[in-house]
């Protein structure tokens, strides 16, 4: 066999092995979270609860901050800590007008976050899917650029 065909049969193979990375489930909506969406992105991934006072008071500081860095390679995504699903985690989102987007499907064990029985908690990943920091407690929107200048200069 050829060099040529050597290299075309193993771009392909790479574009066909790439394409078959797994999803991230469904989002509040039902919609599909591609691995295409997030890929190469920095996750802002924060984790509430309806019953956590705190976690409700933070949300429109992360509407804030997903309205800010859409498009600049930063996503923030939340996911419920009492795994609410389907029809119920549309309505906890349309009640506390939620805005970014919600994981239906945990992605603690695709990134290997710690576990975590405080909240909220978030949690910073860079592009490359490396944990950079968990924060715990209320953040604020100023906070959260702050932290991501930090370790988006380290890079």
């Known amino acids: 066999m050829g060099r040529p065909l050597q290299m075309v049969i193993g771009l392909v193979a790479g574009l066909f092995l790439a394409g078959c990375a797994e999803d991230w489930g469904v ?21 509430w609860a309806e019953w956590c006072k705190p ?3 933070e949300i429109p500081e992360l509407n ?3 309205e800010e860095l859409r ?4 996503q923030v995504l939340g996911v419920n800590f009492d ?3 389907g ?6 989102a349309k009640t506390f007008d939620i805005r970014f987007t919600l994981l239906a499907q ?8 710690p576990r975590n029985d405080v909240l909220p908690v978030t949690y910073l990943v860079d ?15 100023a906070g959260l650029h702050e932290r991501l200048a930090y370790w988006q200069g380290k890079e």
Not at 31 to 47: D, F, H, M, P, S
Not at 87 to 92: G, H, R, W, Y
Not at 127 to 141: D, F, P, Y
């Open 64 to 66: 804030r901050l997903d």
């Open 127 to 141: 592009n490359k899917g490396r944990l950079r920091e968990r924060l715990v407690g209320e953040q604020t929107a």
């Open 71 to 74: 498009g600049k390679g930063v």
């Open 87 to 92: 029809e119920t985690l549309a309505a906890a």
């Open 83 to 85: 795994a609410l699903q």
């Open 55 to 57: 976690c409700r008071t």
């Open 106 to 113: 945990d992605p603690a064990p695709r990134l290997e976050l």
């Open 27 to 47: 989002d509040q909506h039902g919609r599909k979270v591609t691995a295409e969406q997030l890929e190469g992105q920095w996750l802002v991934i924060n984790y």
